[in-house]
């Protein structure tokens, strides 16, 4: 009995272990382990207008690397002009993230990207124009053979090559990262207070890993229900399961203070009111104007190093190359 108790607290110590290790917040890392040439033609693909109907919506439109990855709209704006139903996450270490989109719907970077290139509501092309499109550019020909060893370019390599190229897009280094390597002159006393709040009031249950979320789905709206006209359910979605309505990926905090608006529906304008209604909706915490200060000047010390690159410049199209219809 009492050999059984033990064995029980070793285990229950174990877990305890694992759910805090599970909470952490770690530095990002570079990429590593790279295939270059996939990146610099995912790169050229991701930067491409001419995989959308129009000839003039690239990722880069509504994921502007400008813009830490992102487009600071409400909801996204595509194809002839149309209002998207959701705000676009940011790009900026989506690699991290257990599955792609606010639902999860897409398992991982290369199963999101075929997505926008043929929505209706986005690029609004088909994956057979944007192959015609690629196979109509002697460069890029040239170019997918070099790097797939194909003769033929498929959407399998596209979507490949993206992914490849959104693995370069993580920003380590940002000075919360500098302080949680050792250097904790970088922080000023109100952000370090901010990260006290941050861990002591439980937004780390929630935002943690080397992203600060992208770890879970967890319910928009624990304590108290949050109010929304946008008709996304989240999770259930994709299971189906009554318990997943209203759970969302958690959003990662990184470069938060560049990815403005906030939440899936894009409502909260401001830092201040994010955190003003994740304290009041997620914790029953009603932050004091200071202590929501504090937290938001924690927040602006997750912008790290944005990628850097040169500009790609795409291969001209050709007489064969098929047209680009932005007013149908
Ligand atoms: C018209 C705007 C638009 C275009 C163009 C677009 N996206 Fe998105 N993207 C969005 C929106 C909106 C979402 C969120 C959709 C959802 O969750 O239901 C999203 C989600 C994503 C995500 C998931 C991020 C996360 O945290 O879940 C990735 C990655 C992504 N897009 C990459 C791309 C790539 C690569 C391309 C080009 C092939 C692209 N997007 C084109 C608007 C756009
Ligand atoms: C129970 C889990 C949970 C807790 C605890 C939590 N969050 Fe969140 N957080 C979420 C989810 C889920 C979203 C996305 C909600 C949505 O879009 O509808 C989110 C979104 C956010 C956003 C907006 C990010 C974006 O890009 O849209 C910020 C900022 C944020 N949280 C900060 C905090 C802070 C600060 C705390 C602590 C006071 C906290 N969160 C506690 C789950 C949580």
């Known amino acids: 009995m009492k050999k059984k108790l033990l064995f029980l607290s ?47 919506i690239s990722c880069n439109s509504c994921h502007n690397l400008s813009l830490g990855g992102t487009d600071n709209l409400k909801t996204s704006i595509g194809h002839n002009w149309q209002q998207g139903p959701i705000n676009a ?127 879970s789905f967890q319910k928009m709206g624990v304590v108290e229900a949050y109010d929304t006209k946008n008709p996304s359910e989240g999770l259930v979605a994709v299971t189906g399961k009554d318990t997943d309505r209203f759970r969302f990926k958690v959003p990662t905090l990184r470069n938060v203070e560049l990815t403005y608006p906030y939440f899936h529906d894009g409502e909260a304008e401001t830092l201040t009111e994010a955190v003003d209604v994740m304290g009041r909706l997620q914790l029953a915490r009603n932050f004091t104007p200071e202590e929501n200060a504090k937290i938001v000047a924690f927040l602006k010390t997750l912008t790290g190093d944005q990628p850097t690159f040169v500009l790609p410049i795409l291969p001209p199209s050709t007489d064969s190359t098929p047209k680009p219809k932005p007013f149908e």
């Open 10 to 56: 070793f285990i229950s110590v174990g877990l305890l272990g694992f759910i805090i290790g599970a909470l952490a917040i770690e530095p990002i890392v570079p990429a590593k382990e790279l295939n270059l040439a996939q990146v610099e033609l995912g790169k050229k693909l991701y930067f491409d207008p001419r995989l959308s109907k129009s000839g003039f």
């Open 89 to 215: 996450p940011t790009v900026l270490n989506s690699s991290m993230n257990i599955a792609q989109f606010w639902d999860g719907r897409a398992a991982d970077l290369k199963a999101q990207a075929g997505g926008p290139i043929e929505n209706p509501g986005e690029m609004a092309s088909t994956h057979a124009l944007a192959i015609n499109v690629l196979e109509s550019i002697p460069q890029y020909i040239a170019e997918f053979k070099q790097v797939f060893g194909k003769n033929k370019i498929d959407i399998d390599q596209v979507t490949q090559a993206i992914a490849e190229f959104e693995k370069t897009l993580v920003t380590p280094n940002s000075r919360f990262d500098q302080w949680l390597l050792g250097d904790k002159d970088v922080l000023s006393v109100d952000e370090t207070a901010g990260y006290q709040l941050f861990q002591n009031s439980g937004c780390q249950a929630c935002h943690n890993g080397p992203a600060m979320g992208g770890t």
